[in-house]
């Protein structure tokens, strides 16, 4: 089994500017690969989160809901990015983004070697992004298919980690950025 292969993988972060248990972390990746027994994607989590966003009241709570969209919402809101892959059929590659509204610049140089991967390894992709919860709590936001980076910068917006007032408003038409 060649590990680097998406199909390999269950989940990936793609860490921003915020530290993550006191480290800074922004621009790296963590993978969390499938075990040769594989199962739902919840139970990766909760063995992932046992060592990690330890000091996240919010993730907390969604772990205790045993809610893998809830876990994936929680960590987009703390402007890190979640890829989850969903292949249920070799002949159709798929994978789902979970994204912040904003993401960095070394966040966004991870997504795009990231990208090339799943343009190689031949992946559907779709997002959801602007995700929020309405006054039920449900879950609620908007879906799009990726096929490349560019439609990842069309829904989020990149932002200057060190200067947060620097930020770059990607929908922005005009040329000069």
Partial sequence: MEKD???NL???IFYGGK???GKKKD???EKIYKD???TAHIFYMLDFLKNNFKNETEIKKAIEKHDVNSIFYEISKLGHAVFAESTSTSR???GLYYLPRY???KQKKSLEVFEEQLKDENYHVNAFYNLHRDEDGILLGNQREIQSIKDILNVVEVKNIDNPDNEINLNDSSEER
């Fill in 5 to 7: 292969l998406i199909q």
């Fill in 10 to 12: 269950k989940v990936a």
């Fill in 19 to 21: 530290e993550v248990d």
């Fill in 27 to 29: 621009g790296k990746v």
């Fill in 36 to 38: 040769e027994e594989d």
């Fill in 92 to 94: 159709y590659k798929q």
């Fill in 103 to 105: 993401i960095s610049e």
